[in-house]
């Protein structure tokens, strides 16, 4: 029998003001990804744009489908 998963899936995207967040499917959060679409305070906050950001968190969220692969 396979270990139960701490983290199951699916893994949804939470869309916020300023971030995507990644939720499992009890809800417990599992990262953050901050953006900044305005130009100047994207560089002086060090942010991704937020097409960069909605991409890093839907990487994020494939991760159980990437694993049931092995």
Known sequence: ???RRRYPSPWRI???????VVV???GQRLAF????DEPVR???MKR????DAYQLARAISRIPQMLQRD
């Open 42 to 44: 994207q560089s002086t």
């Open 48 to 51: 991704i744009g937020k097409g």
């Open 33 to 36: 990804v901050y953006f900044e």
């Open 24 to 26: 499992d499917d009890n």
């Open 14 to 20: 939470e869309e916020n003001s300023e971030s995507y």
């Open 1 to 3: 029998m396979p270990p």
